[in-house]
């Protein structure tokens, strides 16, 4: 079944400096990738998605890159902001039926005043 | 906004007890999710289920089971709690369809005892 590394599992960067989270997937058949964000005492919250057949997504500070070659996906964040102090979780799925997740480890952001 | 609502946020329960989790979701979703989340292991999905009385095993099954009697009602059952069952459990929903996102509760943080 698929597999999904995250690396790393913690990151500290200083406000206002960029963030990378990195996923590598073991399931050439995974096809959509999505990445969440879960904040202290809530539940992980989707904040980008991407499918198989798109290289790159923006939206405003966050962004996702696929490699299928590699079997890799990752999430960046620029312009950090205290907000942004929280687990992200990557995953990954293969279109069929109910879309099973595969989830990452999860990495935990601390964004340093 | 889709809400998904687990009915306890905290519950304490001894070895041997059958314990029961509830989730309920108001969006009308086919697709329904139980993980469970343990540190440096990221979500595990327990059990999912795409109707009503349907049922699917996810990776980590054993030792548990569900109930999906209403389309807006998913609950996970502890036969006989061990306290290697301590953990956090989480609920999502999802619509029918390809790379529909998927809701979380703020889970339920179980301890046994």
């Known amino acids: 079944g698929e597999n999904v590394e995250q690396h790393p599992s913690t990151l500290s960067v200083q406000e206002g400096d960029s963030a990378v989270i990195k996923c590598t997937y073991s399931?050439?058949?995974?096809?959509?990738f999505p990445w969440y964000k879960q904040e202290l005492g809530k539940g992980p919250q989707l904040i980008i998605d991407?499918?198989?057949?798109?290289g790159e997504k923006k939206d405003q500070r966050i962004a996702v890159t696929l490699n299928k070659t590699a079997k890799h996906f990752s999430l960046h964040i620029t312009e950090t902001q205290p907000e942004d102090s929280a687990v992200y979780f990557c995953?990954?799925?293969?279109?069929?039926?109910?879309?099973?997740?595969?989830f990452g480890q999860g990495t935990r952001l601390t964004i340093n005043p | 906004d889709v809400k998904v609502t687990q009915s306890s946020r905290y519950l304490v329960k001894r070895t041997g007890e059958k314990v029961f989790l509830e989730c309920v979701q108001d969006?009308?979703?086919?697709?329904m999710f139980w993980y469970r989340q343990d540190p440096g292991l990221g979500l595990r999905l327990i059990y999912f289920?795409?109707?009503?009385?349907?049922?699917e095993k996810g990776d980590i099954p054993e030792g548990y089971s569900v109930s999906r009697e209403k389309k807006e009602r998913f609950s996970l059952i502890l036969e006989s709690a061990s306290t290697n069952q301590t953990s956090m459990y989480l609920c999502?929903?999802?619509?029918?369809?390809?790379?529909?996102?998927?809701?979380f509760g703020d889970g339920t943080r179980l301890s046994i005892l």
């Open positions: 399931d050439s058949a995974s096809n959509y």
């Open positions: 991407i499918r198989s057949n798109v």
């Open positions: 969006m009308d979703h086919e697709n």
């Open positions: 289920s795409y109707d009503v009385k349907m049922k």
């Open positions: 995953a990954a799925s293969i279109n069929q039926g109910a879309q099973k997740l595969v």
């Open positions: 999502a929903s999802s619509s029918f369809g390809f790379n529909q996102p998927q809701h």
